[in-house]
């Protein structure tokens, strides 16, 4: 049974979302994500400054079994990408709501968080897998 | 529902995730399939092997039938417990499975072979038994695990006691010894040293109890496929099966056609295909970031290829992948990644052995 943390919002592709304030998400995969993929060997991050919508490929996570694409859940600005998968893609794997983030999108507007799932709703999309 | 090996439960305990393996419940991994794979490569691993089919054949025509059924001879084996490799093909030259023949007398032999192919060889060697004087049986309450690593040799003697151990005691390469219940050779699926043993059913877990208490890493079919890769060694089903030959497989080695007048099925079309000339299977390296993946095209000079199977290296830090491609490649190739073309240098199809890099 994986963790789904109440606090963050989902997208039905297995991203989570984390509001930082001012705006200001990050974005990551699931501990149920990670554990369908398994072993991290690459993380292919987007460039920072890029301008994104909601439902763009803008990430590939690469495991020892797949290559899965991970999409901007919402619309806007990346800020910030985690540079330390690089050299730790594992990180992925054993802290994917901590350590193991990938990038920090600046909304273009906040309010679209609130359409994608919470914690439950993300659980139901798992049962039905 | 799936069948289970003797270890399903010890699995199970020691937290594998489980998946469908052909039929059976197999362990993919027990936590991190890396580690498991560097466990192997830098101290012991142990896996659950008991889904093959052991097959053991006897009797006045054990030589002739097996000298017929097989690509590779065995009357090359003439020390009781030696084992060879070999196809076993088709009238087409087509590999039905590959297998490892054991010698104990010319009237006494024991094959093991895929899981997967089970039925399919079971049935083929059946009816070309049907000629000889042989009886085959299938050793179905039989189990058998794997135990691979450097440290291999050093763990099998601490579980079995050093007089046990004194008659396996430096045996070389592809040999094999009955001691007490458990039958031990010194075969593998990995470019490491180690053993394959086979025990009865009831006895399977007490060894693999017995080995993970010594410090054995438990291992699932994860890493027992970045390891078998990165050693070059083919997977049925994947990079070679019936509608292509050992020749077009990097099994060439292992067809015997001398001696000339041994007759063995599939040897005119092997060797109309080797007049002809034939595709052949080749290894790639990618030091690029990226993974290269079973099913990809591969652009050669003079033609295309498919890669048959790849994956991430985690003794090498970066890809590699057998593909069959045209006889004409060259020094490298084009792969077709995610749409888009990617430059990968072509190899043999052998990467780590001994837990060291064997690239140039």
Known sequence: MSTIPKELKYASTHEWVRNEGDGIFTVGITEHAQDLLGDMVFVELPEVGANVAAGDDVAVCESVKAASDIYAPIAGEIVEVNEDLEDAPETVNNDP????????????????????????????????E | MANRTP????????????????GWDMPLNYGSQ?????????????????????????GIDAKAFLRYLLANDVAKLTVPGKALYSGMLNEKGGVIDDLIVYFFTDESYRLV?????????????????????????EQPSLGMVALQGPKAEEKLKLVLGDDAFAPVAGMKPFMSEQVGDYFIATTGYTGEKGYEIVVPG??????????????????????????????????????MDESVTPLESNMGWSVAFEPADRKFIGREALEQQKAA?????????????????????????????????????????????????????????????????VTVSVVKPSFVRQGKSVLA
């Open chain 2, 34 to 58: 890396i580690e498991e794979h560097n466990a192997v490569r830098n101290d012991s691993g142990v896996f659950d092997v008991s889904h093959m089919t052991i097959v053991d054949v006897a």
């Open chain 2, 277 to 341: 000339g034939h595709a052949k299977l080749v290894g790639l390296v990618m030091k690029d970031k990226g993974v290269l993946r079973h099913g990809q095209k591969v652009i050669v000079e003079g033609g295309e290829g498919e890669i048959t199977s790849g994956t991430f290296s985690p003794t090498l830090g970066f890809s590699i992948a057998m593909a069959r491609v045209p006889a004409s490649v060259g020094d490298t190739a084009e792969v077709e990644i995610r749409k888009k073309l």
């Open chain 2, 113 to 137: 072979v895929n899981s997967a192919t089970r039925e399919r060889d079971m049935a083929w060697i059946h009816s070309v038994a049907s000629d000889f004087k042989v009886t085959i049986t």
């Open chain 2, 7 to 22: 270890l399903y439960d010890a699995h199970v305990k020691a937290g594998a995730k489980m998946v469908d393996f052909h």
């Open chain 1, 97 to 128: 709501f901590g350590d193991g983030w990938l990038f920090k999108i600046k909304a273009e507007d906040p309010s679209e968080v609130e359409s994608l799932l919470d914690a439950e709703g993300y659980q139901a999309v798992i049962d039905e």
């Open chain 2, 202 to 239: 009831d006895k399977v877990e007490k060894l693999w109890d017995d080995l993970l208490n010594v410090g054995v890493q438990p291992c699932g079919l994860g890493a027992r496929d970045t390891l078998r890769l990165e050693a070059g060694m083919n997977l049925y089903g994947q990079d």
